[in-house]
């Protein structure tokens, strides 16, 4: 089922993080017109270009509500998962886990590496995805609860602290 998207609405991409549709443009692509959703994301400050075909709207959705952020903070209260094996195949399934772009699978995440954070257990490689997985999660709160990033990064590390 496709979503139907409007200049002005709030959207998450699952790589790209929260954003605003600016407006529905064409863009020549390969000698091709095509139409695209111009959107302002939120991480970055950065404007990108989403073809409306089916291919390009793939990774694009609406965000979740006031109160799934609310089920998702039970997501990041909920007991750690122990990530086991080696670091390579640790990393492969949370950047895997990481590009599905669903925000719970985000917030799971966040919970499970926090513990070694705070240890400073973690590779150069799990930390680089936490800090991915924070800002792609914060740039959702941040349009839904209509705050800024830095207040949504804050409030995640606080919840996911809270249980520490």
């Known amino acids: 089922m496709s979503e139907v998207f409007s200049p002005g609405d709030k959207v998450v991409h699952k790589r790209l993080g929260g954003g605003y549709i600016r407006s529905v443009t064409k863009k020549e692509i390969d000698g091709e017109e095509?139409?695209?959703?111009?959107?302002?994301?939120?991480?970055?400050?950065?404007?990108?270009?989403?073809?409306?075909?089916?291919?390009g709207l793939e990774g694009l959705r609406?965000?979740?509500?006031?109160?799934?952020?609310?089920?998702?903070?039970?997501?990041?209260?909920?007991?750690?998962?122990?990530?086991?094996?080696?670091?390579?195949?640790?990393?492969?399934y949370l950047r895997d886990k990481l590009c599905q772009g669903?925000?719970?699978?985000?917030?799971?995440?966040?919970?499970?590496?926090?513990?070694g954070a705070i240890l400073d257990k973690l590779t150069a490689t799990e930390k680089s995805i936490l800090e991915r997985a924070k800002h792609l999660l914060a740039s959702e709160v941040s349009l839904v609860e209509g705050i800024t990033l830095d207040e949504?990064?804050?409030?995640?590390?606080?919840?996911?602290?809270?249980?520490?």
Request: aromatic fraction near 6%.
């Open 34 to 55: 095509i139409n695209c959703l111009e959107i302002d994301f939120i991480l970055s400050d950065m404007r990108a270009y989403v073809p409306l075909s089916q291919t």
């Open 62 to 92: 609406k965000p979740i509500s006031s109160e799934e952020i609310d089920e998702m903070r039970g997501t990041l209260l909920a007991p750690a998962t122990e990530l086991e094996g080696d670091w390579k195949n640790r990393a492969k």
């Open 102 to 115: 669903n925000p719970y699978q985000i917030a799971e995440i966040i919970r499970d590496l926090y513990p």
């Open 152 to 164: 949504a990064v804050e409030i995640i590390e606080e919840t996911v602290g809270e249980k520490s």
